[in-house]
């Protein structure tokens, strides 16, 4: 199944792609965003944003991956994020997002991975998600709260400065439509 274009309220979802480089560069090559995600090079490299995109694009021909650009709808071609679910075995977690600086605390965020969670578990049919966070990262925690996600373990990743703890969450078809609902 390929990637579908998502609304709600705002924001547009839809898949991104190789135009979407300039505005992925843009709004990602920021310390204040980069220094929660684990992996991402520091500097973050001119051509970051464009080897990403071309990753993934590839990626959705061999393995099971739906990913989103975030976009405002008063401003439909700047991707100001980007959210991922991967389902193949390789893969330790089953979602990724990021978004711009500017628009943290606006609730962008939580409304993607409520749409893209519809998705997920009502038209993929998948019984739960396995989601990873830096435990320090208390804006991606509460994204997680506020979407059905429980803590159900602790493990150690690889973050700028190091190893660092963080948290292991699951989410489930049932705390999902709990969440939703308070969502409403």
């Known amino acids: ?13 839809r898949p991104f ?3 979407d480089t300039p505005a992925m560069q843009k709004h990602f090559a920021n310390w204040n965003v980069v220094k929660s995600i684990g992996g991402i090079p520091w500097p973050y490299p001119a051509d970051g944003a464009r080897s990403y995109i071309e990753r993934r694009l590839k990626d959705s021909v061999e393995k099971e ?6 976009f405002q709808k008063q401003h439909p071609k700047e991707l100001v994020g980007t959210i991922e679910y991967r389902f193949f075995d390789d893969e330790k977690e089953n979602r990724g997002f990021w978004l711009s600086e500017a628009h943290w605390g606006k609730g ?3 409304d993607a991975v409520s749409k893209t969670q519809d998705f ?9 998600l396995l989601v990873r966070s830096l435990c320090t990262n208390a804006a991606s925690k509460a994204v ?3 979407t059905g996600a429980r803590i159900i373990g602790k493990s150690i990743g690889s973050y700028h400065g190091g190893k ?3 948290d292991v969450w699951e989410i489930t078809l049932p705390s999902w439509a709990v969440a939703r609902n308070n969502l409403c």
């Open 144 to 146: 997680k709260e506020k």
């Open 65 to 70: 991956i739906y990913f989103w650009g975030v």
């Open 108 to 110: 962008i965020m939580t």
């Open 164 to 166: 660092k703890d963080e």
């Open 1 to 13: 199944m390929q990637t579908p274009t998502l609304d709600i309220k705002g924001i547009s979802l």
């Open 120 to 128: 997920v578990f009502f038209e993929l049919d998948k019984p739960h």
């Open 17 to 19: 792609s190789l135009a």
